[in-house]
């Protein structure tokens, strides 16, 4: 089956601009990350999604940052009025259930770049 | 602060070493932590540890948690040049939250 696919697989934007990242989790995975990586920086973590409950936001770094998923599948991370530091690989990832219980499955990232 | 310290960041072997990664950690509510090999954009899933003593072995890779003392080692034994890449290690808390370490990148010569 398919796995976890991201889109766009690269973004240019430049500064102050809104983009969206979608995310198409493995079907059946309730569970769905996404991750940051800034270069040179390790993974960070931003929101997680969890079944229809309400998701984890805490790792977003600022309120220009959003996240939905829609139906339980496909999520949607928007960063509105990009800055320069926002320049990264966004990871997405899905798992079966629960988190920290089961395998995480990562696809490809998006890498942003703002000039 | 919940945080994560990996050593050493940079590694460099020769094809059939065996090197041992380590990670530390400080973190509430610990759950579980987590290794990933990072090649390109995306990490690969390694192991997740959740409990003292029990070693995880997946092929040339093996894995061991001490929740005492609060550190992990990632051993790879017989080394080959596609075990090149960045190692991450990564805390779980029941807050949900992730923290990761910097990584350690190895590099395996032939």
């Known amino acids: 089956g398919a796995g976890v696919s991201q889109s766009p697989s690269n973004k240019v934007t430049e500064k102050g601009k809104d983009v969206e990242l979608r995310c198409d989790p493995i079907?059946?995975?309730?569970?769905l990350y996404w991750y940051r990586q800034s270069l040179g920086q390790g993974l960070e973590f931003l929101i997680y999604?969890?079944?229809?409950?309400?998701?984890?936001k805490s790792g977003l770094p600022s309120d220009r940052f959003s996240a939905e998923r829609t139906g339980g599948s496909v999520s949607t991370l928007t960063i509105q009025r990009t800055q320069q530091e926002d320049s990264a690989v966004y990871l997405c990832?899905?798992?079966?259930?629960?988190?920290?219980?089961?395998?995480?499955?990562f696809g490809p990232g998006t890498r942003l770049l703002v000039l | 602060e919940d945080k994560v310290v990996q050593s050493p960041l940079s590694l460099v072997v020769h094809e059939g070493d065996t090197v041992t990664l380590n990670c530390s950690y400080e973190?509430?509510?610990?759950?579980?932590l987590l290794w990933y090999k990072q090649e390109k954009k995306a990490p690969t899933f390694l192991f997740m540890l959740?409990?003292?003593?029990i070693e995880k072995k997946s092929g040339r890779l093996s894995s061991i948690l001490d929740k005492k003392e609060l550190f992990s080692i990632l051993n790879i034994t017989a080394t080959q040049t596609g075990d090149s890449a960045i190692y991450l290690c990564?805390?779980?808390?029941?807050?949900?939250?992730?923290?990761f370490g910097p990584g350690t990148r190895l590099s395996v010569l032939p």
């Open positions: 079907s059946g995975h309730t569970a």
């Open positions: 990832a899905s798992s079966v259930g629960l988190l920290g219980q089961e395998t995480q499955y």
């Open positions: 990564a805390v779980n808390n029941y807050g949900q939250n992730f923290v």
């Open positions: 999604f969890q079944g229809n409950s309400a998701p984890d």
């Open positions: 959740t409990s003292s003593g």
């Open positions: 973190v509430t509510n610990f759950r579980s």
